[in-house]
């Protein structure tokens, strides 16, 4: 709540004045105790090489951004060098095109 605050407004003891408010909202109360944790769920493991493919990016570093491919079957790392500002859509797709045409089309992308 506080952030969503910050993002419009400020004034000095905002905080404070945030936190004496829920502690008096009926509303926010029960919302803060009904607050369970969801157990963690692993991926499935992949049956075979590129079922399945995690890419990020990573970066900027050494002045570029690094497109980070990862086999989910056999953990075979690919990083791709891409120009900072070359990043879009258009560019990952060609990027990917590329692994693809060396190792074959990814079923599924994380």
Same mark, same amino acid.
């Given at each position: 709540?506080?952030?969503?605050?910050? /993002?419009?407004? +400020? +004034?000095?003891?905002?905080?404070?004045?945030? #936190?004496?408010?829920?502690? /008096?909202?009926?509303?926010?109360?029960?919302? *803060?105790?009904?607050? %369970?944790?969801?157990? *963690?769920?692993? +991926?499935?493991?992949? /049956?075979?090489?590129? /079922? @399945?493919?995690?890419?990020?990016?990573?970066?900027?570093?050494?002045?570029?951004? +690094?497109?980070? &491919?990862?086999?989910?079957? %056999?953990?075979?790392? #690919?990083?791709?060098?891409?120009?900072?500002?070359?990043? %879009?859509?258009?560019? &990952?797709?060609?990027?990917?095109?590329? *692994?693809?045409? @060396?190792?074959?089309?990814?079923? #599924?992308?994380?």
């Amino acid at each position: 709540m506080k952030r969503l605050a910050r /993002q419009r407004f +400020w +004034w000095p003891g905002m905080d404070k004045d945030i #936190e004496k408010k829920t502690a /008096q909202c009926d509303a926010c109360k029960r919302m *803060l105790t009904d607050t %369970s944790k969801v157990p *963690l769920q692993p +991926w499935p493991a992949a /049956q075979r090489p590129f /079922q @399945r493919l995690h890419i990020d990016f990573a970066g900027p570093y050494l002045d570029a951004m +690094w497109l980070i &491919v990862v086999d989910a079957y %056999s953990k075979w790392p #690919e990083v791709v060098r891409m120009k900072i500002g070359k990043t %879009s859509t258009k560019d &990952v797709i060609a990027a990917l095109f590329e *692994l693809f045409t @060396r190792y074959g089309i990814a079923e #599924e992308i994380i």
